[in-house]
Structure formats: structure tokens, C-alpha cells
């Protein structure tokens, strides 16, 4: 058997990390090893034990989920983020992707979902909703800074994986790829995991700030 996911719990509301840490203990493989309520005192209990995910929360005193994010990522640690978010957060949320968050997930989400996101990043894939992805895009890409000059960045990539990661950043889940680009889904995921070897990025959250960064999906 393997052992369960140890999930970490960064939220300054008391009730809520209450609430998520009954869920998450009611499945037999997560368990949570700890808990804080502001990003620094997360950092903190981090380098003293292994953790697998941290649900993390945007807004929160002394240092907020964004900072709290890229210093996790920095540091090597194999911890992976999941960000929990309302959807009048936009901008942070973004910022926190761009800091290397493995996805996010709006704190109203059904329990089943966040169990299953947890269980999702810690295999080390990443968690973006289609509906949310496209929501957050709608209001997030339209503030971007339009990339000065030629983007070489995709120039190391196929036709097909252009075509690939256009319907990725569309938040198009792998089935609805390969309907729409005739191809099995098996194909689709060995075209994702070369994007990201070609591309040097982590998860699909990476893919998709690219694909608009570089201009290949504008709105």
C-alpha cells in the first residue's frame, strides 16, 4: 500500500482549516501533517517535515500565499501548491501560478473535486478547471503586457504541438483535444509531456501563462 499524501494547510481562518482537515482525514490515503495561518509560519514548518501538497490561501497576515508560493518553489523542495481562491482575486491567483503554484481551485468547490485535485498535483500534474481556467483568463490575460518584438521561445516546436498547446490554453481538457484535433488521447498526453521537455516547464499551469506571454493565443 502506499503511503498516504501529507497535505499541508496554509489558511488564516481557524473554521476553515478545520473544515478542510476533516475532509481530507476522512480518505484513508491523505493525511494532514500540519497547519498555519499566515505564508511565513508555513515556510517555517515545511523545512522541518516532508510534505507532499499545501492548500494555500491567497490572502493571509505577515506573508501571503503568492510570496509564500515562490519562495516553495525556490527553495527545491519537492512540495507542490494548490491554491484555493474566489474568483474576485484574480490577479493574485495569476500570481501565484506565475510563482509556480501547481493549480488553483475555488474554495466552494465540491469536496469530491478538492480530493481529487490534492490527489492530482501530488502525482505531479497540474489542476486547472476548464470553466475556471477560462474565467480567469478572461480577466487576467487582457492586463498582460503585450511580449515586445518576436517570441523565439516556440520556435522548437512542431505544428501539431502549436496546435496542441493553442487548445490547452483555450482549457481545453486532454479528451476534448483529441476530439477536436482528431488524435487519440494517448497521443494528446505524449504531445503535452513534449511540450513541456521542450519548453522547460513544469505542469500545464506553465503552458498555458506561455502560450498567451508569447503571444500564440491572444484575446
Known sequence: ?????????????????????MLIESEDDLVVVGEA???????????????????MDIR?????????????VQSGLPTRVLVLTTF????????????????FLLKDARPADLL?????????EAVMAPSATRR???????????SPGVDHRLDVLTDREREVLIEIAAGATNAEIATTLYMAEG??????GRLLAKLHIRDRVGLVLLAYETGLVRR
Not at 495561518?37 to 492548500?55: F, I, K
Not at 501560478?97 to 493549480?103: C, M, Q, R, V, W
Not at 481529487?116 to 505531479?124: C, L, Y
Open 37 to 55: 495561518s499566515d505564508g511565513a509560519a508555513t515556510l517555517r514548518a515545511l523545512s522541518a517535515q516532508p510534505v507532499d501538497v499545501v492548500l
Open 1 to 21: 500500500m502506499s503511503p498516504a499524501i501529507r497535505v499541508f494547510l496554509a489558511d488564516d481562518q481557524a473554521l476553515v482549516r478545520s473544515g478542510f482537515r
Open 60 to 72: 493571509m497576515p505577515v506573508m501571503d500565499g503568492v510570496e509564500a508560493t515562490r519562495l516553495i
Open 136 to 146: 480567469l483568463l478572461d480577466h487576467v490575460v487582457p492586463t498582460l503586457p503585450a
Open 116 to 124: 481529487n485535485a490534492i490527489r492530482t498535483v501530488a502525482a505531479g
Open 187 to 192: 497521443t494528446v498526453k505524449t504531445h503535452i
Open 88 to 103: 474576485d482575486l484574480d490577479e493574485y491567483v495569476f500570481a501565484a501560478l506565475k510563482a509556480g503554484a501547481s493549480g
